[in-house]
Nanobody, 123 residues
Framework: QVQLVESGGGLVQTGGSLRLSCAAS????????MGWFRQGPGKEREAVAA????????YYLDSVKGRFTISRDNAKNTVYLQMNSLKPEDTAVYYC????????????????WGQGTQVTVSS
């Protein structure tokens, strides 16, 4: 069992930055690949970024490439999402999730989810 708790969301102006954190419980954090997802109003949940167990490979949604960076610190059981040059279309609830699949952007392949943190980008 893995419990995930996100933090770092908030209100920011266009062009601003936020850093999301996701703290995981348990001693098996490095067994899981991790992903960040988002769900905007009236939209489906989509994968924003994902990272393999030891951070060797990453995945990014095309619209966030060059602006968002996913990273992890296995010693701290934490995964991060650095978000720069934020746009109003980035407004959503952001979730972190854990999977045993090496690297995937499919929500159905993630086993554990956090409760989400709201990110709002004002124009």
């Amino acid at each position: 069992q893995v419990q995930l708790v996100e933090s770092g969301g908030g209100l920011v102006q266009t062009g601003g930055s936020l850093r999301l954190s996701c703290a995981a419980s348990g001693r098996t954090f490095s067994s899981y690949a991790m992903g960040w997802f988002r769900q905007g109003p009236g939209k489906e949940r989509e994968a924003v970024a994902a990272i393999t167990r030891y951070g060797i490979r990453t995945y990014y949604l095309d619209s966030v490439k060059g602006r968002f960076t996913i990273s992890r610190d296995n010693a701290k059981n934490t995964v991060y999402l650095q978000m720069n040059s934020l746009k109003p279309e980035d407004t959503a609830v952001y979730y972190c999730a854990a999977t045993l699949v090496p690297l995937t952007n499919r929500p159905s392949e993630y086993d554990y989810w956090g409760q989400g943190t709201q990110v709002t980008v004002s124009s």
